[in-house]
């Protein structure tokens, strides 16, 4: 393997773990809100063919809908965040006696004084692009979002769709060739096996206990998915 090859693997990776969170719930909603919809089917005893057409219909309206909220979520963040910019820059041209105070006040408030403080505001202020910079890391408590907008809408959608077409994998292959097991039990392991995965991802997100993050996974899924089949079984005996 060459160098460039080795670059272009490191760089994938670096893309990766930078959009690893949006992965890992985008799964979450999706395996979960997917396998909730199996779990009511298989309790109102519905047919795989219906089964499918549900999970799908799910896996389409809600993982679009989820990337859209997350594509315009951080679309929204960038444009505060360059709004407020252009308002820095503006008061630092227009307003400089008043800007140049606001940074001696902030520095002084973390017990920097005297000649020390001097220096510090003069360096910082003898660049307008570094005092923008500086404002708006301390006085507004703002950061650039370095994700892209339409990069997290994508994974979203992208893990909605894979995850959650999990619980769906047996009643798709019992529709084109007929299996004998149980499967809302197989769909519920393979399920399983994927809130397991997810959760231990997800501990990596958040930097919590592997084992407390898989658990809490199985739970919400398990929780969902009981209460959906439940409904679905009470549905059907005063409906059907």
């Known amino acids: 393997m ?36 199996v779990a009511g089917s298989a309790g109102a005893h519905l047919d795989s063919s219906i089964v499918i057409i549900l999970g799908f219909a799910n896996l389409i309206a809600d993982g679009f809908a989820m990337s859209v909220g997350s594509y315009l979520s951080t679309k929204s963040e960038k444009e505060t965040y360059e709004k407020h910019k252009r308002i820095e820059y503006w008061e630092v041209d227009h307003l400089p006696e008043t800007e140049r105070d606001e940074i001696r006040e902030i520095y002084a408030t973390k017990g920097f004084e005297g000649e020390t403080l001097d220096k510090i505001v003069d360096t910082i202020t003898a660049d307008k692009d570094r005092w923008v910079d500086v404002m708006m890391k301390e006085e507004l408590e703002m950061t650039p979002e370095a994700k892209s907008p339409f990069m997290m809408g994508l994974v979203t959608f992208v893990s909605f769709l894979l995850l959650g077409f999990v619980p769906l994998i047996v009643y798709v292959l019992d529709y084109f060739s007929y299996i004998q097991v149980n499967l809302f039990l197989m769909s519920s392991m393979l399920t399983g096996l994927c809130f397991f995965g997810i959760g231990y991802l997800k501990s990596i997100v958040n930097h919590t206990a592997r084992f407390r993050s898989i658990i809490e ?24």
Do not use: K, P
């Open 2 to 37: 060459n160098e460039s090859q080795l670059h272009g693997e490191s760089s994938f990776l670096q893309r990766f773990q930078l959009y690893l969170g949006e992965f890992v719930y985008g799964g979450i909603d999706g395996s979960v809100t997917t396998f909730a919809v």
């Open 217 to 240: 996974t199985l739970l919400l899924g398990g929780a969902a998915a009981t209460l959906s089949y439940f409904v679905g079984s009470i549905l059907e005996r005063m409906i059907l």
